[in-house]
């Protein structure tokens, strides 16, 4: 059975948030698979459920440059799943923050499908939250990412002004409504009531620490500790654990360690000034 076909649509239904010149052949060549046809196709290609832009979209482009309002394309209809893992599993890393923006929802939901194989792979990565290990797949790290995705909710556009080189994503950052940093997408949990809890995941090993994470530890804990840690060694005798609230936003660290024969439990708060003020020493 045909995969695929021609049809005629509206330029302006064509989405373009997952489209990227630089796919790599082995992505093409999946997509051939799931058409059953050979690439490449000499015509703008697009997934037929998402109406997202696959392929050749140099047509696409030239069609809104001679102001056209319809175009012909080949409708690629296969699961949107299967769209989804080749892009996952395609990925190039980027440095460009409005492109980490546009895969950010992706990454998220491939590595939570019930039964997928981002699911399946995410098993072996308990000590990392889904936002880590999708952080981590961006080239980027949980607080980054968190900015990123308020920046690119509340003005897309500021995020190529940050690629542009004309703000800092800090700066970029600042500009967002507080209460926009702090939206996230609500979640419904074991509860029962819709509400997610808190909750806290212990840290093992200083590899799953960023740069900015390590400095507030190196300084709120004592120096004997801070040496340690600073050298990439995790103490025996301490104990620390990262804290979140029920919408998965980082609040800081909760700590237990010995001296004088007495345990002590203290907590480093990382709020937005701290979180800035760290950025900026970086």
Do not use: C
């Amino acid at each position: 059975m045909t995969k695929y076909n021609k049809a005629v649509v509206k330029v302006s239904d064509i989405k373009t948030g997952f489209y990227r010149p630089e796919n790599s052949e082995g992505f093409l060549k999946m997509l051939g698979m799931l058409l059953k046809t050979i690439f490449p196709l000499e015509a703008v290609v697009v997934h037929k459920e998402t109406m997202q832009l696959i392929a050749n979209g140099h047509y696409l482009e030239l069609a809104i440059s001679q102001g056209k309002d319809e175009i012909e394309v080949v409708l690629a209809d296969f699961p949107e799943e299967d769209l989804i893992h080749a892009v996952a599993t395609h990925w190039k890393p980027t440095k460009k923050f409005a492109v980490m923006f546009n895969f950010i929802a992706i990454f998220m939901k491939y590595y939570s499908l019930k039964k997928g194989p981002g699911a399946k792979y995410r098993e072996g990565l308990s000590d990392l939250t889904l936002r880590e290990l999708v952080a981590e797949i961006l080239g980027t790290n949980k607080t980054y990412l968190d900015m990123i995705e308020a920046i690119g909710k509340f003005k897309f556009e500021l995020l190529k002004s940050v690629d542009a080189g004309d703000v800092s994503l800090q700066e970029a950052f600042a500009m967002v409504p507080k209460k926009e940093r702090e939206k996230k997408d609500g979640k419904k949990d074991g509860d029962g009531k819709g509400n997610k809890q808190n909750y806290i995941i212990p840290i093992t090993s200083t590899d799953k620490l960023s740069f900015e994470e390590l400095h507030t530890l190196t300084n709120n804990l004592p120096a004997r500790y801070a040496e340690q840690i600073g050298n990439s060694i995790m103490p025996n005798d301490l104990s620390i654990a990262k804290a979140y609230t029920y919408n998965d936003v980082f609040q800081g660290f909760s700590i237990v360690y010995s001296d004088s024969a007495k345990s002590i439990v203290t907590h480093i708060s990382y709020t937005d000034a701290l979180r800035e003020s760290l950025l900026n020493a970086a």
